[in-house]
């Protein structure tokens, strides 16, 4: 199977290039069409978990700051303003169309000690009986150095594997992974289906330390490789057309898929 067709229970991760414009306000247009769309899989049925950034990028902008605070601190103000930026747009709009949506901030020390992680998962199951959309972010107000996940990639994979989801949806600012850099080469084409994550396709998602300009695709890469190991398919698409999961989700190409390893029961 190259697609997420049939799947069930899915997590979609949304980054702060996909949620907002270059002057750091929010991209209403597209957080709209991707609730939109969210909701519209619910309604047939299916569980949606969703991984959001954007917290401090949104934040930058309701606080009208020219960059993103240097300094740590000043990252963590920025990212407590933007979260109830987001949380107010995804609460917003899933009403509309007649959804729930719960709050998770979560850190990488939830997943690690035992009894937070229960707790959370039991969080989550309960979400899902009642009925509600779990919107997950990293909380950034308390998460520095050795609790921090860093990157939301990989934070929606861990959660893809703790929730046993069917699959994880990363949705980036290209349209998967390349077979060299499309910015730069011409002849560069698009990997449909990756059957096992080799050190040759990390080195095309651009290794760690190399700066190839394919949009943060390394730590896609690595979070595919997490799902996959838990035996949960990845597929990365552009964000730009939320509209493009209902491809995945009706079974036709779109973006790259990342094979699983099979389960181990
Ligand atoms: N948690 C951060 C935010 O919401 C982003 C982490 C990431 O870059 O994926 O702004």
Redesign the pocket.
Known sequence: MDNLKGAKRIVVKV??STLTYETGKANIRRIRKLVEVLSDLKNSGMQIVLV????????VGKLGLSAKPKDTPG?QA??TV??CE?MFMYDKLFAEFGHITGQLLVTKLDFENEERKNNLSNSFNKLFEYGAVPVV??N?AV?VDEIV?????N?SAIVANLINADGLIILSDIDGLFSGNPKTDDNAVLIPVVEKITEEIETLAGGAGSNRGTG?MI?KIHAAKVAGSAGIPTAIINGSNPEDIYRLIEGRQTGTFFRPESREE
């Open positions: 980054g702060t959001t950034s954007g917290a401090i990028g949104i934040g990252r920025a990212a933007g979260q987001l972010n990293e950034d998460a996940f860093g990157d939301n990639d934070l943060g730590t």
